[in-house]
């Protein structure tokens, strides 16, 4: 028999709180860029592909703010954007 007023297990909370911030992601304006966030028992990992430092920062913050008290792990990857420094050699 369980007691309805103790609070849920850390990890089902987290789990919701995992769901909520991926919807949160998908919904603004970085939706498009498929940052994937995956539990590691207590901590979560981001990880994906996005255009910029900027907004990377922005959706480490904005996963550190939802996950407060969880540690963050990030993976996230910033291509690079620079022009070539030579040309192709095709011969």
Known sequence: ???????????????????????????????????????RGDSVLLTGTVPSTQCRDEILDLAREALEGHPVHCDLMVPGTSSPDHGEDLT
Do not use: I, K
């Not at 850390?10 to 909520?20: C, I, P, Q, S």
């Open 1 to 39: 028999m369980t007691d309805a007023s103790l609070p849920p297990p850390a990890t089902e909370n987290l789990d919701y709180r995992v769901a909520h911030l991926a919807d949160r992601l998908a919904a603004g304006p970085l939706g498009e860029l498929g940052v994937r966030l995956e539990l």
